[in-house]
């Protein structure tokens, strides 16, 4: 029995040092990581979207759902790719396969313009050329188009 209260402290004990550890590691990476994208330079290059995903927890039963949204770009140049953490509007705005100028900073998203591609529209078929007409009254010639004659002013063809 003695040997009990002397383990339960110290399992009590290494818990709470476990969970509070976990959370003081976790801290300090983010914080980390938030010094190295400050200490990074902007950068814009020629991406493409190589894919996208989201990811979703929570929602069970009367908890509310959490949606995370991420892209995945390629360098043109290089052909390196990255992943980063984009807004919902953003991810519903892209398709993979777009390409355009990527900013980050680091690991920080800052932005995507998609390039615009502008396909060109097809001239319009001139009409087809109509076979003449003649007048049903003067018996005169018309363009196929003409909705009356032009020697009298009928509006009869035959």
């Known amino acids: ?17 476990l969970v509070f550890g976990s959370i003081a590691v976790a801290i300090l990476r983010g914080f980390s990581q938030w010094i190295s994208n400050n200490a990074q330079p902007v950068q814009t290059l020629r991406a493409r ?18 949606t995370w949204y991420y892209a995945t ?12 953490q984009v807004n919902g509007t953003l991810y519903s705005g892209i398709a993979d396969g777009d390409t355009g100028r990527l900013t ?28 003449p007409k003649t007048c049903a009254y003067c018996a005169g010639p018309a363009p196929g188009d003409a909705l009356k004659c032009p020697s009298c002013g009928a509006a009869q063809f035959v």
Do not use: W, Y
């Open 1 to 17: 029995m003695g040997l009990l209260f002397l383990l339960v402290p110290f399992f009590i004990g290494a818990v709470f040092l």
């Open 49 to 66: 979207v190589a894919t996208k995903r989201l990811q979703v927890s929570g929602g069970s039963g009367d908890s509310s759902a959490s």
């Open 73 to 84: 770009f390629e360098n043109l140049e290089t052909g390196d790719r990255q992943e980063f």
């Open 104 to 131: 980050h900073q680091g690991t920080r998203f800052k932005g995507f313009e998609r390039e615009r591609v502008v396909t060109p529209q097809p001239a319009p078929e001139p009409p087809p050329d109509l076979p």
